[in-house]
Each structure stands twice: as C-alpha cells, then as structure tokens.
C-alpha cells in the first residue's frame, strides 16, 4: 500500500474520459488516478474539498 499526498496536486473534470460519467482527474507525484463521484454535485465538491485539504488516498475511501 501506497500513500500520496495532494499537497501539489491536480484535480480536475475527466471530461475526455468518456467509459464512466463524473469523472475526476487527480494527477500527484507523478502518478494519475480516476476517481468517480455519485453525481455532479458531488464531482463539484471534490475538486473544492481537494483544493483546500491535504488527504491520502486511504483516507478518501474511508470517506466514501
């Protein structure tokens, strides 16, 4: 297992990935990760939220 900071991180809208709907694009330490949300609402509020906090990735999913 891995851990990854978002501190210098990039999230965005995945809108050239067109398999899944709500989409998010997190690019960090080299890596990218797609990561879908519920619904748009929930896209938008990922993007703010990973703008301002630092996470790993373990602790997204134990929000989700």
């Known amino acids: 297992v891995r851990s990854y900071t978002l501190q210098?991180?990039?999230s965005?809208?995945?809108?050239?990935?067109?398999?899944?709907?709500n989409v998010i694009r997190v690019r960090m330490?080299?890596?990218q990760?797609?990561?879908?949300a519920r619904d748009v609402p929930?896209?938008?509020e990922w993007i703010e939220v990973s703008?301002?906090?630092v996470w790993s990735v373990d602790?997204?999913?134990d929000v989700c």
């Open 8 to 10: 210098h991180a990039e």
């Open 12 to 21: 965005g809208l995945a809108s050239d990935y067109v398999k899944r709907k």
């Open 29 to 31: 330490e080299g890596e």
């Open 33 to 36: 990760f797609l990561l879908q």
């Open 42 to 44: 929930g896209v938008i």
């Open 51 to 53: 703008g301002v906090v």
């Open 59 to 61: 602790a997204w999913w």
